[in-house]
């Protein structure tokens, strides 16, 4: 689906539709009625052979049938991917926010798949905090944006805010169609969030895991075709769509989830924030406030990565480790220590990345003996990064080790 929104650049929206023809894809255009002002939709009529869609309810046609009246829901279901080009600032804060007011914002709503957008716009609009915020959000959902470049604008402005090359747009489609069902046929076990260690029956110890990472690790790996267990510690997150989220709360529920779900798995994703330590008897009663000092005896809990490094079949295990020092160092030791096949590496402690926050700095230490850095990005695209180098790996480990 090709969405055509009202800016200036709208014209080379049909260079991109001819592109993405000429590649074979079967594409159908939905121009927002601001688009209409700038070029016509018979010109996509005749680049693809296909009816535009222009507006949501069909003007005076009482012979609606109920397939076309729910159209967006139709050709959502039917189309593999959704790009936008050019992507006004209008529309940006409309997908930002949900609005559902025409036929393009409401198709947004109803698509599942993947989505590329090619803002195009001013460069004041581009740099205003609202555009970049709404772009945040939509980058933090997982949907691609295609930078625009800078040069010279048709306001007389020059600046970032030009379209990008339609065929470098294009190739972004294609990159992303690749990976489309690249997962189908994994079993994608994910573990996510903190544990709950209690002390008594009101308390409890934890850690600032968000839960965040191994979520969108879950939803990308739906997204692209894998069955995915999403095995998570109490988070404040909605169930990432597509995924069987399985809730415990300490490490040892934690563990005997993961080896009662294990069966099938093709991939064992370790994201959660296991606690280290636990009381192994924990009181009945509520510890009351009446000695000026209190100390507490702790014991390991179970380390379910080791377990399973120990145990490990044919599965990829992919280890995190937070740490807040020496960052490769660390990684290397745990992917050795642990048997796995990846350790995702971030350093936490910052503010803007790590736990809470929707981006993170990481690194891949890899079986192979690669140690790969990644710049700061969101959540989504790094758990992308990562399960397309997951792939990648188990592709270069089942050749014999000569031939690598
Ligand atoms: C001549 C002209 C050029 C415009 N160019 C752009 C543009 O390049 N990018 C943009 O975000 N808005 C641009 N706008 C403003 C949009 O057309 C306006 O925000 C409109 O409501 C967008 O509607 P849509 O997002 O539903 O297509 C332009 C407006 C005019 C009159």
Avoid at 146 to 173: H, K, Q, T, Y
Avoid at 235 to 241: G, I, K, S
Avoid at 260 to 268: E, H, I, P, Q, W
Avoid at 309 to 318: A, F, V
Wanted: with cysteine.
């Amino acid at each position: 689906m090709l969405g055509v929104a009202g800016g200036i650049a709208a014209y080379k929206a049909a260079e991109l539709c001819r592109a993405l023809v000429q590649r074979g894809y079967t594409v159908q255009v939905v121009m927002t009625k601001a688009a209409t002002e700038f070029i016509q939709p018979l010109t996509f009529a005749a680049l693809t052979g296909r009816k535009v869609v222009t507006s949501l309810f069909s003007s005076g046609n009482s012979e609606e049938t109920l397939s076309s009246a729910v159209e967006h829901i139709a050709i959502a279901q039917e189309h593999d991917l959704l790009v936008v080009a050019p992507a006004t600032a209008d529309i940006l804060a409309k997908f930002a926010h949900g609005l559902a007011d025409d036929f393009l914002s409401t198709l947004y709503l109803a698509f599942t798949g993947p989505v590329v957008l090619a803002p195009a716009m001013n460069t004041n609009m581009w740099r205003h905090a609202a555009t970049q915020a709404n772009l945040e959000a939509l980058r933090a959902r997982g949907h691609k944006i295609v930078e625009p470049e800078d040069g010279f604008l048709a306001c007389g402005m020059i600046g970032p805010g030009r379209l990008a090359d339609p065929e470098s747009i294009a190739d972004v489609v294609a990159e992303q169609l690749e990976h489309r069902h690249d997962l189908a046929g994994e079993t994608v076990l994910i573990t996510a969030g903190p544990t709950q260690e209690p002390l008594d029956p009101v308390r409890f110890i934890s850690n600032r895991s968000s839960g965040k990472m191994g979520y969108a690790l879950a939803e990308a790996a739906a997204e692209r075709g894998a069955r995915v267990i999403l095995i998570s510690g109490p988070v404040h997150l909605p169930a990432p769509r597509g995924a069987t989220v399985v809730p415990v709360k300490t490490a040892g529920e934690m563990r005997d989830a993961v080896f009662g779900n294990l069966r099938g798995a093709t991939m064992v994703i370790k994201a959660a924030a296991v606690a280290d330590f636990h009381l192994s008897t924990v009181p009945q009663q509520k510890i009351k406030k009446t000695a000026a000092r209190l100390s507490l005896e702790l014991d390991p809990t179970p380390d379910i990565l080791a377990e399973l490094g120990r145990d490990k079949k044919d599965w990829l295990l992919i280890g995190f480790a937070a740490e807040t020092e020496n960052l490769e160092r660390e990684a290397r030791r745990k992917l050795q220590t642990k048997n796995c096949d990846m350790i995702v590496a971030n350093l936490v402690g910052g503010d803007e990345s790590g736990f809470e926050s929707d981006h993170n700095e990481i690194a891949l230490a890899l079986k192979t003996g690669e140690f790969l850095r990644f710049p700061r990005a969101s959540k989504r695209e790094l758990a992308d990064e990562i399960l397309t180098q997951a792939l990648h790996l188990r592709h270069v480990l089942a050749e014999p080790a000569h031939e690598r």
